[in-house]
């Protein structure tokens, strides 16, 4: 059984930073691509970053420059570092363990995380 376990959510004023974690389990990890979404109440499940297996990673306009996906295949671990948050980075932060396309991008898989909730206020 896949599971795919988010931590690391919080409370954060702005400007603040917060590192989320998710642990992958039931699979070989090593051979996913991984992707950090985001929704915010009344809006879809946007992706906010990327990483193939072999550590390359993508991102979302709105994040470049302040976040930053990293991977540890020993620890079957991605992680999302976010600095400089903002009030409009509120929202549940999920993992996904996806695939490339024959583009070598990153697709979402049918595996997700429960998410975890990120709030950036003063």
């Known amino acids: 059984q896949v599971q795919l376990v988010e931590s690391g959510g919080g409370l954060v004023q702005p400007g603040g930073s917060l590192r989320l974690s998710c642990v992958v389990s039931g699979t070989i990890f090593s051979a996913h691509a991984m992707g950090w979404y985001r929704q915010a109440p009344g809006m879809q499940r946007d992706l906010v970053a990327s990483?193939?297996?072999?550590?390359?990673?993508d991102y979302a306009d709105s994040v470049k420059g302040r976040f930053t996906i990293s991977r540890d295949n020993a620890k079957n671990t991605v992680y999302l570092q976010m600095n400089g948050l903002k009030p409009g980075d509120t929202a549940v932060y999920y993992c996904?363990?996806?695939?490339?396309?024959?583009?070598?991008?990153?697709?979402?898989?049918?595996?997700w995380g429960q998410g975890t909730q990120v709030t950036v206020s003063s």
């Open positions: 990483i193939t297996h072999r550590g390359v990673t």
């Open positions: 996904n363990a996806g695939q490339l396309d024959s583009e070598l991008k990153y697709i979402a898989g049918i595996y």
